[in-house]
């Protein structure tokens, strides 16, 4: 039975003496068995608190483990930019700009690429403006407390649940 199931339950027994399914008639709970509801309730209540905690403590498991395998990710793939920095300077050095075997095809190959002194300062005609606009939620929290109607934005009141 579902909370709201055994709750319906508990209201029925105790308005009417005896809890019913409408269906078949059959007397499912009578007056002695709302002590027995009462704890199923509760229990059904303590079992979802603890699955619940359960999920979060799966879920922070993941999460770390996540946070550890991309380390491991960054890692290697430091190693590997390393190493291929090193055989690219090793292939341009010796004038070698291709390697091929059955296993490995590497070649040199040149490009262009425009690099940006930090400190310089170009001219607006190679400049880009890049905005980014986002509502201010402090600000506007503020703002609704202190009595203002802003069009758009509303305070809400949440109710949340603390498992521990």
């Known amino acids: 039975m579902t909370l709201y199931e055994i709750d319906g339950a508990i209201r029925e027994v105790i308005e009417n003496g005896i809890s019913f399914d409408p269906e078949t008639g059959e007397?499912?709970?009578?007056?002695?068995?709302?002590?027995q509801l009462q704890i199923d309730l509760e229990k059904k209540i303590e079992n979802i608190?603890?699955?619940?905690?359960?999920?979060?403590?799966?879920?922070?498991?993941?999460?770390?483990?996540?946070?550890?395998?991309?380390?491991?990710?960054?890692?290697?793939?430091?190693?590997?930019?390393?190493?291929?920095?090193?055989?690219?300077a090793y292939l341009v050095s010796t004038e070698r700009p291709r390697f091929e075997s059955t296993r490995v095809q590497m070649s040199i190959r040149r490009s262009e690429?425009?690099?940006?002194?930090?400190l310089a300062h170009l001219p607006e005609e190679?400049?880009?403006?890049?905005?980014?606009?986002?509502?201010?939620?402090?600000?506007?929290?503020?703002?609704?407390?202190?009595?203002?109607?802003?069009?758009?934005?509303?305070l809400v009141t949440n109710q949340n649940i603390t498992i521990k």
Request: zero cysteines; charged letters at 40%.
């Open 126 to 154: 190679f400049l880009v403006e890049k905005i980014e606009v986002k509502p201010d939620k402090a600000k506007l929290k503020k703002a609704i407390k202190e009595g203002q109607t802003i069009e758009g934005a509303t």
């Open 27 to 35: 007397v499912l709970f009578e007056d002695g068995d709302l002590d």
């Open 113 to 118: 690429a425009v690099e940006i002194d930090p």
């Open 49 to 88: 608190g603890l699955f619940v905690k359960n999920l979060r403590a799966e879920a922070d498991a993941i999460k770390a483990e996540e946070a550890n395998l991309k380390k491991r990710r960054e890692h290697k793939t430091n190693v590997a930019d390393h190493y291929a920095e090193y055989l690219k």
